[in-house]
């Protein structure tokens, strides 16, 4: 084999070698923001869940311990946050739950209506996030 064939043989070889690198090094970064994301959906899920049933017990129940809206407070401000971990769709959604919420609790717990506008902003984020979901590879 000639020099110069030797040579052309070991730049391939290093560049198949640095292009293979890149892209698992791309991969890896793709699979981490998927897993974050995955896991902000899922959490962001769960608190969904928690705070539909807060509002029902408020509303329905009239239960002022497990349907306290300090405690709602507490889930808008954490599914905002998660939400900044997950596309802006998501994001609008919880800022749109988060001015609902703040409009609509003092009077959840006697008005039908606070009720479906509440339940109707926790749906709408809920829906954002599981297409999120469905997205993810």
């Given at each position: ?36 994301m995955r896991d902000a959906a899922f959490r ?91 997205q993810l590879h």
């Amino acid at each position: 084999m000639t020099p110069a064939r030797q040579n052309l043989l070991t730049l391939l070889s290093l560049l198949v070698a640095i292009l293979a690198l890149a892209y698992s090094a791309w991969r890896q970064q793709e699979n981490e923001r998927n897993h974050n994301m995955r896991d902000a959906a899922f959490r962001t899920l769960t608190e969904l869940n928690e705070l539909q049933l807060l509002t029902d017990y408020a509303h329905y129940e009239k239960d002022t311990e497990r349907g306290n809206p300090i405690n709602g407070w507490a889930r808008v401000g954490l599914i905002n946050d998660l939400s900044m971990l997950l596309p802006p769709p998501v994001q609008a959604k919880a800022a749109d739950l988060k001015a609902v919420w703040g409009r609509e609790w003092p009077t959840l717990r006697d008005s039908e209506e606070s009720n479906r506008r509440v339940t109707a902003a926790v749906q709408a984020a809920r829906q954002s996030v599981l297409d999120v979901l469905r997205q993810l590879h």
